[in-house]
């Protein structure tokens, strides 16, 4: 157990639905990661939060959209899914958002199957 | 455009041997390197990092170089280890608060 929880492990939908993937950072920890693995694809980087604030956007879709709350966990919302949203959805945590140097705490992921 | 790349999908080693992982970036600002290790159904997790003021970082088994000229990175395994069976990431940032760039991995097979 890495410390950093993410639910649901699974999650099927429909296209054209809306989905909320959660993620509980460990326990310390400021800031949050959002990654996306597609088949054959490496960890894109979505979006970063530290301490409730945005502070780095990748290559997050426009219907795409995060939050981290007060309590420090943190949501992704996936609208107007596509199939091609499919794909392993990973949260990291790490205490201070610095820790391009010594790496990041990931939890077990959310495998989202659109259908 | 893929700014680290892992060019080998998968690797098949005896175990006893030496498994040499390699990945190649193109983004002269990286640096600091960082290589994870993912079993299925669990997140990658933190294995050994290098920062690009060093060539060579060593953690146990694990060894990791960098040529930064060709930028090119290796990471060495030695003796390889059954359990060493898992996807290895490549990855890099620029600055400890900019972003993680992560490779499509390399799946390394330990054969007993």
């Known amino acids: 157990d890495s410390g950093v929880t993410q639910t649901p492990k699974h999650l099927i939908t429909a296209t054209g639905q809306r989905v909320t993937l959660r993620c509980s950072p460990r326990?310390?920890?400021?800031?949050v990661y959002w990654y996306q693995q597609s088949l054959d694809q490496g960890l894109q980087f979505l979006i970063q939060?530290?301490?409730?604030?945005?502070?780095a956007k990748g290559n997050i879709l426009e219907r795409f959209s995060a939050q981290q709350f007060p309590d420090l966990h943190s949501e992704l919302n996936l609208s107007s899914l596509e199939l091609g949203d499919s794909a392993l959805y990973f949260c990291?945590?790490?205490?201070?958002?610095?820790?391009?140097?010594?790496?990041?705490?990931f939890g077990s992921g959310t495998r989202l199957t659109v259908v | 455009d893929q700014q680290v790349k892992q060019n080998s999908p998968s690797l098949s080693v005896q175990e006893g041997r030496i498994s040499i992982l390699n990945c190649d970036y193109t983004?002269?600002?990286?640096?600091?390197f960082l290589w994870y290790k993912k079993y299925p159904a669990e997140g990658p997790t933190f294995l050994i990092s290098?920062?690009?003021?060093?060539d060579k970082n060593e953690d146990g088994r694990f060894t990791v170089f960098l040529n930064k000229s060709a930028k090119h990175l290796s990471l060495h395994i030695v003796p390889s280890q059954p359990g060493d069976s898992a996807v290895y990431f490549c990855?890099?940032?620029?600055?400890?608060?900019?972003?993680?760039?992560f490779g499509i991995g390399t799946k390394l097979q330990v054969i007993p």
């Open positions: 990291a945590s790490s205490y201070s958002g610095s820790e391009g140097y010594y790496g990041y705490t």
């Open positions: 326990s310390g920890d400021l800031s």
């Open positions: 939060y530290y301490n409730g604030e945005e502070r």
């Open positions: 983004n002269s600002m990286f640096d600091y």
């Open positions: 290098i920062s690009s003021i060093k």
């Open positions: 990855a890099a940032s620029s600055g400890g608060y900019q972003k993680v760039t």
